[in-house]
């Protein structure tokens, strides 16, 4: 396994980075809100502004002007005609005008807007002042003069008043058109705002929470790779931590653990290896001393003595059996096992091992068949090591099936493989006992006997080859037992 590094930012503890990411996107939202806040008391002031102070400055404006001409019909009326009830009602509209117009001066006008009403206020008491002035002709019975008076300057500033309003009205309606279209732009801008900062919150926070997520998957993975091979008994480097946050005090946690397991798997290997090379010896010399015994070197034995050996030899060979089996087994683990590579034909291999398995399969009343498909099984591998993977494989589908079942063995040219196929029609395997079936020591029915490594080296020695073995199997039906084998 490659050196592999959980990158973490500057010792930050997980917690901190989580809490300064959602703290980056808060702070951007409540820019965004107060933005948005002034940016919408702006709409409400140009709002406020319009309803307030520019409708009733443009209404108050219009009805003095629209006030123009009754006055100044009730003017000639109230002087041609001399009846007084004119007279009063002049005076009463004249006085709602002056009013309006002073009202006008109370609401915010631009200078522009000041100006029209200065004008419009200076000649409407010009205009009062003529009118009092022609009362005064009409008391002296002077009604030609006042009728002058009425149809010339009365009139001329009655006009002037009239267009004065007229111009003022034109620029409160200038302002309600600039104030609206300043409330739309700023809507506009408001809008493009608010979307640019809410998208910009937005990136953030999918950044933010990318990186973090990326950083904590990506640490998390490494955990997970490297709690994989520790399962497999194959995590060699420890991960290295450069960081302080949580996920680092568990990387760093997990080298410990990590470290005493191999030290543990180690020591045990050692301990079976030894154990298994010291039993060697004995038990070889108990076998070839029983070998002696058998063939009467010491003289004859009775029958009781011949059955007790039959019992020591056979009791010999299983242990020799399993101490050669341990040491294939730490061999093979540790890749100290040296392939001898030669030329054979793997469709002879296997007739030769079925040769070998007849008489086993003959005492469990098995029918034990063979089959070849393709026409070219020249390999360049072990033979003495496949010869012992097809008669483990073998030996177990035998020991598995029950009387009358059949195990037939495959070899099929699969190019750019060869394929090893074993397969029986046994008890089959536990599902939730499959996936360790090539662990060593693991055995899915532990009341048939056996030491759980027989399929442990058929992997070992298929890895050395550089193939794969896999397994399928359907509990009470059958297995099957694959071993693929690469041409190169």
């Known amino acids: 396994m490659k050196n592999e590094r959980l990158r973490r930012g500057l010792g930050m503890r997980l917690s901190s980075k989580i809490f300064l990411s959602s703290a980056l996107v808060i702070v951007v939202l409540a820019g965004v809100s107060a933005m948005s806040l002034g940016a919408v008391g702006r709409l409400v002031s140009v709002n406020r502004e319009i309803t307030t102070r520019t409708i009733p400055a443009l209404s108050l404006t219009a009805s003095a002007r629209e006030a123009i001409p009754p006055l100044l019909g009730l003017e000639a009326r109230a002087v041609v005609l001399g009846d007084r009830r004119y007279t009063a009602a002049w005076t009463e509209l004249a006085a709602r005008i002056a009013e309006d117009l002073q009202r006008l001066a109370e609401y915010a006008l631009s200078e522009r807007e000041a100006l029209h009403l200065r004008e419009a206020s200076v000649a409407f008491e010009e205009y009062r002042r003529i009118v009092a002035e022609e009362q005064a002709l009409l008391g002296r019975g002077d009604r030609a003069r006042a009728v002058r008076l009425t149809d010339a300057a009365a009139r001329v500033l009655g006009v002037q008043v009239r267009e004065s309003l007229d111009e003022l009205m034109t620029a409160i309606r200038a302002r309600v058109l600039a104030a609206q279209t300043e409330a739309a732009h700023l809507e506009a801008?408001?809008?493009?705002?608010?979307?640019?900062?809410?998208?910009?919150?937005?990136?953030?926070?999918?950044l933010g929470t990318a990186i973090i997520a990326r950083r904590m998957t990506r640490s998390l993975d490494l955990l997970s790779s490297a709690t994989e091979e520790v399962a497999a008994s194959a995590f060699r480097?420890?991960?290295?931590?450069?960081?302080?946050?949580?996920?680092?005090?568990?990387?760093?946690?997990?080298?410990?653990?990590?470290?005493?397991?191999?030290?543990?798997?180690?020591?045990k290997r050692e301990f079976f290896?030894?154990?298994?090379?010291?039993?060697?010896?004995?038990l070889t010399s108990i076998r070839g001393a029983v070998d002696l015994l058998h063939e009467g070197a010491p003289g004859p034995l009775t029958e009781k003595q011949a059955r007790l050996t039959d019992i020591i030899a056979k009791s010999?060979?299983?242990?020799?059996?399993?101490?050669?089996?341990?040491?294939?087994?730490?061999?093979?683990?540790?890749?100290?096992?040296?392939?001898?590579?030669k030329p054979l034909d793997l469709a002879r291999l296997v007739d030769r091992a079925v040769e070998e398995l007849h008489p086993q399969a003959e005492e469990s009343g098995v029918a034990l068949e063979r089959e070849r498909y393709g026409s070219h099984f020249a390999y360049l591998g072990d033979e003495e090591r496949l010869y012992q993977l097809v008669v483990n494989l073998g030996a177990n589908a035998i020991r598995f099936t029950p009387r009358g079942g059949r195990v037939v063995v495959r070899v099929i040219d699969a190019s750019p493989e060869f394929e090893l196929q074993v397969e029986d029609t046994g008890v089959g395997i536990p599902a939730d006992s499959l996936p360790d079936i090539f662990d060593p020591y693991r055995q899915a029915h532990r009341d048939r006997g056996g030491t759980g490594l027989g399929l442990a080296i058929v992997r070992g020695i298929a890895s050395a080859h550089g193939g794969r073995v896999t397994a399928e199997s359907c509990e009470g039906k059958g297995s099957r037992f694959s071993v693929l084998l690469p041409r190169s």
Do not use: C, K, Y
């Not at 341990?326 to 890749?335: K, Q, Y």
């Open 189 to 206: 801008r408001t809008w493009t705002a608010v979307l640019i900062a809410l998208g910009a919150a937005v990136g953030l926070a999918l």
């Open 237 to 267: 480097e420890p991960i290295i931590v450069d960081s302080r946050d949580e996920i680092g005090a568990l990387a760093r946690s997990f080298n410990s653990m990590a470290s005493q397991l191999r030290q543990m798997e180690e020591t």
């Open 273 to 282: 290896a030894t154990v298994s090379h010291e039993f060697r010896s004995p």
């Open 316 to 341: 010999s060979e299983r242990l020799l059996r399993l101490a050669n089996q341990i040491l294939e087994m730490s061999r093979l683990r540790a890749g100290l096992v040296e392939l001898e590579r």
